[in-house]
């Protein structure tokens, strides 16, 4: 019975371990795994988080797009993206609408921004100017 207990409370700990979600970023000293640089910028940061629970963050989700190039998607359990309206907020990335703009710097110079909803994406396009796309469509204009 002892065994039993030991092993259900073993593999209950081993679940949480491996939870698929996003990880705190330590802005000013965690460093982008595409480029290296210290992670700084609070709207424009992203992060891979595996179906295992490990998670990769970066300074741009540039970095980010470019990163996932070279890995097995398949394993990927989140990708996540920076709010631009919502400093240090990371979102669905497969959900969000991107923006490139001129007018909206971001740390690798792509000029790209994320947003949760198309209405948000619309509003700054119209302010700022720029395109809109989805990840998808984010992901074969970058060239994936």
Known sequence: MKAIKYTLF??????????????????GADHCEFCQ??????QHAAQIVTK??????????????????????????LFLAGNYNVSESLINARES????????PSPM?????????????ESIVKEKGGNIYTWEELLKHMGN
């Open 10 to 27: 073993v593999a209950f700990f081993l679940l949480l371990a491996c939870q698929i979600k996003q990880k705190e970023i330590n802005y």
């Open 37 to 42: 640089m210290t992670i700084v910028d609070k």
């Open 52 to 77: 295992k629970g490990k998670a990769y963050s970066f300074d741009a989700i540039e970095c980010m797009v470019h990163y996932s190039e070279d890995i097995d998607t398949s394993m990927v359990g």
């Open 97 to 104: 609408y991107f923006i490139i703009s001129e007018n909206i």
């Open 109 to 121: 110079g792509a000029f790209l921004s994320s947003v949760p909803t198309k209405a948000e994406a």
